[in-house]
């Protein structure tokens, strides 16, 4: 018998549960065992229980080391600060790993994107330091340290020999702000000098994005800091079809958690009609994580061959189908 994983489980808010319970069913269907232990988070726990983040949820992520999330919804321009970037600060999940690959069968401008995002999670402008000097003036401050700027750039390039990647690319602004984004480059190009042989470029991130838009085959991982890292993240996933189709993960030094890039998709939440291939593609990052390589491989392989055959009651209406979320699983399920 193989051995049980526990799993914290975050479902989250809006299409989450939808999409997390979508990929618990593809991942049960393999055979893997996983004991999920399911904690609270987010907007809907907020509204119930007046708490974002309970501190039983912290802890059980310290206990475990490794979660399934949802996305959680933040409210916009007040209110609770997000979770998602509570949990990445407290925890210490500094990387943000969103692979971004063309898929066979999903109609874009690109056939040949396969990038890997590598986003510093717990510095930037995301530190949250923000206050009103006098009436009609505010400051929001960017945090930059050496430490985390180096830790994110050792990161990336350990990430790339593993996986056999070839380049490194960090976008930056250090011609405007020459001391924060100037500390993150000098940080990444020491790091660069210690592993010669993946290849390293810079690139201003203005320019740098129309870049990628024009030529993503160009790019292998895009290293980046916080707010430019979840921006690219949303540019990078309209190329091989949006954000119904990328997967992510955050890793610290001891903990990992597997969430999808997109958010709790409000429009859509509690139709049916969400995607759940990003939260499903999560799952496989968590299963290859867990070492449950052969498992990992059987869905990759199946939502590859069902997308590349291209029938529009087998994927969702994001990517040009008929299907709702339970369809497309139940289609997936057989393909196992
Ligand atoms: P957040 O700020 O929480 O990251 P967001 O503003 O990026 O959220 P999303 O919730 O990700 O917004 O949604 C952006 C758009 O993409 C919406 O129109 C939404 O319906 C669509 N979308 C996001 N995820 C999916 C999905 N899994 N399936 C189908 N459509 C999705």
Redesign the pocket.
Known sequence: MSTQHEVVLIKGD??GPE?IGAAQRLIEATGVRIAWIERQAGLEHFEKHGEVLPESTLDALRQHTVAFKG????PIGKGHRSVNVQIRQKLNLFAAVRPVRSIAGIPTRYENVEVVIVRENTEGLYSGIEHEVVPGVVESLKIVTEAGSTRIAEFAFKYAETRGRKRVTVFHKANIMKMSDGLFLDCARRVAKQHPSIEYNELIIDNGCMQVVRDPSRFDILLLENLYGDIMS?LCAALVG???VVPGANFGDRLAVFE?????????AGKG???????IMSGVMMLNHLNETPAADRIKRAYNAMLAEGKPEER???IGGTAGTAQFTDALIKRL
Do not use: E, K, Q
């Not at 999808?260 to 859509?268: E, L």
């Open positions: 809006g299409i999409v996305p959680t919804a933040t949303d949006g954000l119904g999808s890039v997109h958010g709790s998709a409000p429009d859509i009609l969400a995607n759940p291939l990003a939260a969702t209406r994001d």
